[in-house]
């Protein structure tokens, strides 16, 4: 009933020029099995979650061109904060852009307004695509990428090892260039930055963190999914 109800504000709202508006004082609460669904962005908290305005939530046709996405975006006026749990992205054939179906990945936008690409499941059956935070995460915008170009250019992460993931204390970095590294949390905060292939994570806290690397000759970046125990 609880997503039923989400389903009807949607549609009292898709004839402005927003999916949905929350106003300062609205707000759209999602308990722990419940979901929210906005024009192909389905919320699926792992925890109650309140949604709170003032918040606008838009979809554009027009893909991005870094990274080159389908022909769906959907955005946020006010990023989605602290969010834990699945998110999923429900596209169509008219919305593929000539990328491959096989290779898409889903891409969020953090506070920082970077596109960052996410290890994500790809369901083509259902032409459904889905990541789980299970850390407290802000959301500004998502849409889907091909994989291998979702935060890399030309980036040559075939020549790239992390290892050990997970990891306890210092993660090693093979790769063939000298490169810089930043660490973000999944609020998007930069929390330290080497260009050491030694990356001492015992100092953080458990939990999932995103790795940039750049390779310092092309300036090209990729980013990973590092989970710290």
Known sequence: MLKITFLLLFAATIATAQDLTLTSTSSLSINDGGS???????????????????????????????????????????????????????YGN????????????????????????LDSNLDQGSRTIGFGFSSPTNISGISVSEKQTASSNSFDSAQLQLYPNPTTSTLTLEYNSEVETEIYNLQGSSLF?????KIDFSNLSSGVYLIKITDQQTQDSIYKKIIKK
């Open 36 to 90: 929210l669904y906005i024009n192909g962005a389905e919320l699926d908290p792992s925890v109650n979650y309140d949604l709170v305005g003032p918040n606008e939530v838009t979809t554009t046709k027009t893909a991005l061109t870094s990274p080159r996405s389908i022909n769906k975006v959907i955005e946020w006026s006010s990023p989605v904060e602290d969010y834990q749990g699945m998110i999923y992205f429900h």
């Open 94 to 117: 008219q919305d593929l852009n000539q990328l491959e179906e096989s290779s898409l990945g889903l891409i969020i936008r953090d506070v920082n307004s970077e596109w960052i690409g």
């Open 193 to 197: 930055k080497t260009s050491e292939k």
